[in-house]
């Protein structure tokens, strides 16, 4: 029993350990996206709206149901039964076949407008997955800058510590043990407005992945070190970017098929001029009589109902193509403007790191090591350190134009991230 015990709570211990190991897995970015995907609400429902658009086109696609109706006829009039007699029990199957056009094009109107939900619900998918890597990056850059506000919080007491030893030995002046406190005072002001900072990105950030707010959360990127490189990115061509747009942006697949859609109303409503043909079989229960009805009805006489159909239908297409050159020069003008905004990032990005933070690491040496040899007085050593200081939040904060500007080229080019491999995210490829 005491080795089972033993071996019981060895297995415990192993179980929680594992799942703590699962539960702090660090995040990539990429695994950011599919979980949203996987959870976000937003996905859901935007499946649901694309299933009941695609379910509404079959609905009209297909031939209307056959109508059967049985009907007594008991009275003094024969005029309404088939036999002749005042008696009557008879059955009524009919159907009207769509000579005119209208249910045909009405269908097709609608198989363009399942098209353009289903492209409308891909552009969703694409600035949803904008907004993950955006809060992505932006919770790694608030991690990274309560990480260094800590550290210069850590820096600023150590400094203050030395400065009251030399202060009690008679070797510094008191106006230098005042400066040192209040340098540690606004340190410890910067490391609550990171935490603050690191806080409300957590919380935007589990919202778009439907978690509790509040989870903690282990990235895959530390942005902290003064090391980190830029990120590997090749400025693409301009005039590639917007032949790619023209070809994958869902935005402007959508607003061609509801060019389509409005197109087809046109033409349904100018098919109301046309007749459709009613077929109509009748027979008798009681005697073995068959009847046969073919009817056709169309306007005559039109005292605008038709005409003003047709005229909202074209004004609509009209509309619905103006929009659609709308929409091509707001996807030109997105595309170029991710171009530009990626280009000024690398360059600030590249230049910061050389002209600003490589020099004030040099400066924060020299300043430390003039005041360990008495040539110079704190002053400089605590002006240094808010040089770095600063120049290390500034590196992160181009970093994070960096990434951000990656996904705005992304989302303008319109790169469809794939949906989770799982019942229910099954979408056709159009």
């Not at 009275?75 to 076949?97: H, K, Q, R």
């Not at 902290?224 to 402007?252: E, G, H, M, W």
């Not at 120049?391 to 951000?404: D, M, T």
């Amino acid at each position: 029993m005491p080795n089972a015990r033993r071996w019981v709570c060895c297995a415990s211990a192993i179980f929680v350990a594992s799942g703590l190991a699962l539960a702090q897995t660090p995040l990539s970015v990429d695994d950011a996206v599919r979980l949203a995907f996987d959870k976000n609400p937003q996905v859901t429902g935007g499946l649901a709206g694309v299933a009941a658009s695609k379910a509404n086109y079959q609905s009209t696609a297909t031939l209307p149901p056959v109508t059967l109706t049985t009907t007594h006829v008991q009275g003094t009039s024969t005029a309404p039964t088939i036999n002749g007699t005042n008696n009557d029990t008879f059955v009524d199957l009919g159907e009207t076949l769509d000579l005119s056009g209208q249910r045909r094009y009405q269908a097709a109107g609608l198989g363009a407008t399942y098209k353009a939900t289903l492209y409308l619900f891909q552009e969703t998918l694409v600035t949803l997955q904008q907004q993950i890597r955006d809060a992505y990056w932006s919770l790694a850059a608030a991690q990274a800058q309560t990480e260094i506000a800590t550290t210069s919080l850590k820096e600023a007491q150590r400094l203050y510590d030395l400065t009251v030893k030399q202060e009690q030995a008679g070797s510094a002046p008191r106006g230098d043990v005042i400066r040192s406190s209040i340098d540690v005072a606004n340190a410890k002001q910067t490391l609550l407005a990171a935490q603050g900072s690191e806080k409300t990105e957590l919380l935007a950030f589990n919202t778009l992945l439907a978690r509790p707010p509040t989870t903690p959360e282990t990235l895959t990127v530390d942005l902290t070190s003064d090391a980190k490189p830029l990120p590997s990115v090749t400025l693409p061509d301009l005039s590639q970017l917007q032949k790619d747009s023209l070809t994958n942006r869902p935005l402007l697949k959508a607003a061609t098929e509801q060019s389509k859609a409005a197109n087809y109303g046109v033409r349904q409503a100018e098919a109301a001029r046309f007749p459709d043909l009613t077929v109509d079989y009748q027979r008798s229960l009681r005697q073995p009589i068959d009847t046969f009805l073919f009817g056709l009805s169309f306007p005559l006489l039109d005292f605008g109902s038709v005409s003003q159909s047709i005229k909202s239908a074209k004004e609509s297409r009209k509309q619905t193509e103006a929009q659609q050159l709308q929409t091509q020069q707001q996807v030109a003008q997105q595309v170029a403007q991710a171009h530009a905004d990626l280009q000024v990032a690398l360059e600030s990005a590249s230049g910061y790191k050389k002209e600003i933070l490589d020099p004030s690491v040099t400066l924060l040496g020299m300043a430390q090591l003039g005041y360990q040899q008495g040539a110079t007085g704190i002053l400089p050593v605590i002006d240094a350190e808010s040089t770095i200081r600063n120049a290390r939040v500034g590196y992160i904060n181009a970093l994070l134009a960096v990434y951000k500007a990656q996904d705005e080229v992304l989302a303008a080019v319109g790169n469809v991230p794939p949906l989770p491999a799982k019942p229910g995210f099954q979408l056709e490829k159009q």
